[in-house]
Structures are given as C-alpha cells and as structure tokens.
C-alpha cells in the first residue's frame, strides 16, 4: 500500500527511532507515540492504516489502549510483547490485535509483517462484488458485510478475512498453515495460535449454529448450506 501511514507506539527512543529507520525508506508516513494516551490521541487524529503498539507503557498500557481503540476503529494493530509474556499475547488477541511480534525482534522481520498486512488491506479494499450466500449467512465481500439469518454481524478485518477463506472453500478442512498464507500472507512467520483465537471470536460471533467446524489435528472446515 504506497504511502499507508504507521504509527508506531513504544516508550523507549531507541525502539521508536529503530522501526522509523527501516519504515520510511519503504516509502512509509510514520507518526509516533510513547504513551497510551499519546497513542490513543495520535490514532485519533493521524488515522494510521496499521498501528505498531507495545503493550508495555507508561501509565495506560498497550492492552488499554487497544482495548479503547477497538470501540471506534479496526485498524489494523500489530503488538509488541516481550518473549516471555504469553498472556499479554493472547489477551491481545482476545481484544483485538490482529497480530503480535515478540521482543526482542528482528526490524526486518517487522516490516516484513507490516508489508504482508498492508498488501492484505490493499487487496481486500479492491476486491470486486462477489457475495457468498448460504442458507443461514450471507457474506458480501465487497462491503465486507456479515449477517446471520438476516441478522448483521460485526467482525474485525481479520476475522472477516478467515470466515471468508473457509467459506470459499466450504466443506474442505484447511490448515492453520493454509489460512494462515491465506489471511496473514506467504511471508508470515509468527505462531499458529493467532488462527484458533481469531475463529474463537468468529464462532462466538456467529452464533450456535455450528458453522466452523475443528478438525482435531488438521484445521476448520465451513458448514451451511448453499442456496
């Protein structure tokens, strides 16, 4: 995505000054911030097309804020947690975080995540008028619409990303591995486990009627009748 603005969220200089180094010779707008309510105010007013956000700030930290950015926005975020730090990962994911990079972490693998969204995002805002109707959900991918039995449905960008991968391929199993290049991108290189938290929310959203279905060892499978 030419010119996509990123505004990067770390209370440490050197980090902030390190992903700016490497983002702006890709052709990158950065904007930073080094606290929750700097971020928060920064996401407002710069509106970024991804966010880079550690969840280990002054005052606010990173949960918080992506907890109240979630209430007005889906951009895209990418979380920085330390290596060590599992539950701020999946607490990150369980409230929104599209993906994480654990610290310490290789600047090139960042912008390589970082590219791999904004190429998702470019598709996704290009894609043509496909609708994908079921008997009880109708997908329109072009206005990125979800509804249940005429009923919409609010997903984030990744989890319409994932339920539109399994839809297409309605009653074959893919992978982890498969929706991961699917959604995340060929040059994904993080964990496996962002799948299982974002379909969790899918199916909490989706209701009781068993649309995505696991496949102990292998993936999911999407289940509704085509009209």
Do not use: C
Request: glycine share 6%; charged share 30%.
């Amino acid at each position: 995505m030419p010119n996509a603005k990123i505004l990067v969220v770390d209370d440490e200089p050197s980090i902030l000054n390190l992903i700016t180094a490497y983002l702006k010779p890709e052709g990158y707008e950065v904007y930073t911030a080094e606290d929750g309510l700097a971020a928060l105010k920064a996401a407002r007013v710069f509106k970024p097309d991804l966010i880079v956000l550690d969840v280990m700030l002054p005052g606010m930290d990173g949960v918080e804020v992506l907890t109240r950015l979630r209430r007005e926005s889906d951009v895209y975020v990418i979380l920085l947690t330390a290596k060590t730090e599992e539950t701020d990962r999946v607490v990150g994911l369980t409230i929104g975080a599209d993906d994480y990079v654990t610290k310490p972490f290789s600047p090139r693998e960042l912008v390589a995540r970082i590219k791999s969204a904004l190429r998702r995002l470019q598709s996704t805002s290009s894609s043509t008028d496909e609708i994908l109707s079921f008997k009880h959900i109708r997908i329109n991918v072009a206005a990125r619409l979800v509804s249940v039995d005429d009923t919409p449905v609010d997903l984030t960008a990744i989890e319409f990303d994932l339920l539109k991968a399994l839809a297409e391929n309605r009653g074959r199993v893919l992978t982890r591995e498969q929706l991961l290049e699917k959604v995340w991108g060929a040059s994904y290189f993080g964990e496996m486990r962002v799948v299982d938290v974002h379909l969790g929310h899918v199916r909490q959203k989706l209701g009781e009627g068993g649309f995505i279905v696991t496949v102990r060892g292998i993936g999911y499978r999407f289940e509704d009748e085509i009209l």
